[in-house]
């Protein structure tokens, strides 16, 4: 089965609030995690990505909390907007190392965002 | 930079019938990836290329589906024959490939097949 989840497959937000996304894994070895954001009819796009040594990242409006006590990862999106509407996947890294990449990916969680 | 090139963008065909997909990474990316993805769920990798050579096809269903980058650029995903369960989006991704870099995969715009 898949070891990357989501607690919540829906999440509906008004317009400037802030959005939480979370996702649990199961992996304890997995050392990179990335969030992507889908939009309807297009392909994943990269948001902003976090190593197992780091507890946090910040970019443009989101930033990325990792508790490895408990396996969680959640994305922050400040002041939402309706064009950040899609749906968000957390994905973790399983390769071997060194610039091998293999990404799982969990199920996804729809996030609209009503003006 | 231009990104990920994929198509066909559509493709509808009855089971049995074969086809083919085709895919144009980002220019000087070493790896690329070939998921499928499922209404409702994230994508699931199939089959990842270093340069024109296999890393991973453990999840590719290889009695049915093949997969070819023979001058390590270009790559084709091939369905032969296709069955109901696979209709899906199939998107291709691609990344630098290099040691210690970032692990981010640049996605194409997927391909959407039915199979009838």
């Known amino acids: 089965g898949e070891s990357v989840g989501l607690h919540l497959p829906t999440l509906s937000v008004q317009e400037g609030d802030n959005s939480i996304i979370n996702c649990a894994y199961s992996?304890?070895?997995?050392?990179?995690f990335i969030w992507y954001k889908q939009e309807s009819g297009k392909g994943p796009q990269f948001i902003i990505d976090?190593?197992?040594?780091?507890d946090k990242r910040q970019g443009q409006r989101v930033t990325v909390l990792l508790n490895k006590t408990v396996k969680h990862l959640s994305l922050q999106i400040a002041a939402t907007q309706p064009g950040d509407s899609a749906v968000y996947f957390c994905?973790?890294?399983?390769?071997?190392?060194?610039?091998?990449?293999?990404?799982?990916f969990g199920k996804g969680t729809l996030l609209t965002v009503n003006p | 930079e231009a990104g990920v090139a994929q198509s066909p963008r559509y493709k509808i065909i009855e089971k049995r019938q074969s086809v083919a997909f085709w895919c144009n990474p980002i220019?000087?990316?070493?790896?690329l990836y070939w998921y499928q993805q499922i209404l409702g769920q994230g994508p699931k990798l199939l089959i990842q290329?270093?340069?024109?050579?296999?890393?991973?096809d453990s999840q590719l269903p290889k009695d049915r589906f093949s997969a070819e980058r023979l001058k390590g650029v270009d790559s084709t995903l091939k369905i032969q024959p296709a069955k109901l369960e696979d209709s899906a989006v199939y998107l291709c991704a691609s990344s630098t490939g290099l040691a210690g870099g970032s692990g981010e995969q640049f996605f194409g715009p997927g391909t959407r097949l039915t199979v009838l």
């Open positions: 994905a973790e890294n399983r390769g071997s190392g060194g610039s091998n990449y293999k990404l799982t």
């Open positions: 976090i190593r197992s040594n780091m």
């Open positions: 992996n304890s070895a997995s050392d990179y």
């Open positions: 220019s000087g990316h070493a790896t």
């Open positions: 290329f270093q340069n024109n050579g296999v890393v991973d």
